[in-house]
């Protein structure tokens, strides 16, 4: 087990450095341009893939850091760049770490390197959990799987929402429902393969920030997958299925489902992604109030400027404090017994939230004009609190753990 620490070791120290490199020199001058054209900036993916940053291997060094701090400080480092590009580079990492957290050995070989491809012919995966009538309520959960055991194969029909790079990913991984009875114990994860008859894009959101991330609605019409695409196999499902019956006739059982699963381990990262957003426009922030003169001084020299300065820079550390201790806890198998990654997710989204906002208002008129960067990123940190579970669900995932009471 490593210990805690808040000190980076020099490798993690290089590797933060080249990411904030690339973030400097690449992301953030191509970020207004891509904001406005709202599409994939497959230009800069492709430019991250052959540098190595948008790569199997560069994602599995991160997330098998034995400190647990890789994913957090590359997150960082990234969406510190531009949150929409940053999105479009990590956002096949949603669906990896699906498989990663559900999948067998075998199908973490096989598809994994599907999601990414290599430099010169550059994949995207997308994660499919959420619905028109099911997002932060997952009970809801209309996309059926039926195995037709005849033929080995799974039938999927239903419309999933909100999913990055959904339509235009090569590989999809898809949350439904095997056992109604069951409510969101009865959910699985299957493997779409590239080019599946029957998978099809449907609308694409035009959002209000995180532009350059691409985000659409998935539809499955009869779409037919192997046996083997149903990630960690028939005989775990079953056998799930089995102790969640049981369980459920004993009543008060708590058996975590498949998305549950994914969204656990990733609500750490998110807090990051959120925490760099943050620490970006305070920057911009307090080199405005630097060097903005108003009335022969700068106005950094007003206690008014110059406390809100202070208050944003302690909610940044604090908000990365708690991202690191919960990916530490992770990484080392301790369990979240506080809610601890939730407490991450909802600390850092709610910071990004308001220190961007007063950014904006530091610059004053300048900070709501598109000639800089803090109205992008007000627009842009509005998602944290949104997705990956809103910040309403964080407090009620908090409050259940810390009292074992099935608040609602």
Not at 20 to 30: C, K, L, M, S, T
Not at 58 to 68: E, K, N, S
Not at 292 to 308: L, M, S, T, W, Y
């Amino acid at each position: 087990m490593a210990e805690f620490t808040m000190e980076l070791n020099d490798e993690q120290k290089e590797v933060r450095d080249w990411l904030h490199g690339f973030a400097a020199d690449v992301i953030r001058p191509a970020a207004a341009e891509w904001d406005e054209r709202e599409e994939t900036p497959w230009p800069v993916i492709q430019e991250a893939a052959k540098v190595g940053i948008y790569s199997l291997d560069f994602y599995a060094q991160q997330y098998f850091d034995p400190t647990g701090l890789g994913i957090p400080m590359a997150m960082e480092e990234l969406f510190w760049g531009d949150a929409g590009i940053a999105l479009s580079i990590v956002g096949t990492g949603l669906a990896a770490v699906g498989v990663l957290a559900n999948g067998t050995e075998e199908q973490i070989g096989t598809w994994v390197p599907q999601m990414y491809g290599d430099a010169n012919d550059v994949k995207l995966a997308a994660f499919c959990s959420s619905e028109p009538d099911a997002g932060s309520d997952v009970a809801s959960m209309r996309t059926r799987a039926v195995y037709d055991e005849a033929k080995d194969e799974w039938v999927i029909n239903g419309t999933k929402t909100w999913a990055t790079n959904g339509g235009i990913a090569n590989v999809h991984v898809v949350v439904a429902v095997v056992d109604a009875d069951l409510g969101s114990k009865g959910h699985a994860s299957f493997i779409i393969p590239p080019n599946t008859p029957g998978l099809s894009q449907g609308q694409k959101f035009k959002k209000h920030g995180i532009r350059a991330s691409h985000t659409a609605e998935v539809i499955l019409d009869n779409v037919r997958v192997p046996g083997s695409c149903l990630l960690g196999g028939k005989a775990k499902l079953d056998e799930r299925l089995a102790r969640a019956r049981e369980r459920a006739k004993a009543g008060g059982e708590r058996v975590k489902n498949a998305a549950m699963a994914t969204f656990e381990a990733s609500r750490p990262a998110v807090g990051a992604m959120a925490v760099g957003t943050a620490r970006a426009a305070y920057e911009v922030a307090l080199d405005y109030a630097m060097t903005r003169e108003q009335f022969g001084r700068p106005i950094i020299d007003n206690q008014g400027v110059a406390f809100q300065l202070a208050e944003m820079r302690t909610q940044i550390d604090a908000a990365r404090l708690l991202v690191w201790r919960a990916s530490w806890m992770a990484i080392n198998g301790k369990p979240f017994t506080a809610a601890e990654g939730s407490m991450s997710k909802l600390f850092a989204s709610e910071t990004a939230k308001k220190v961007t906002a007063q950014a904006i208002q530091i610059l004053g008129g300048n900070g709501y004009t598109r000639e800089y960067p803090v109205e992008r990123m007000h627009r842009d940190s509005a998602i944290y609190t949104i997705f990956e579970g809103t910040s309403e669900i964080q407090r009620l995932v908090i409050a259940r753990t810390l009292s074992g009471m099935p608040i609602r």
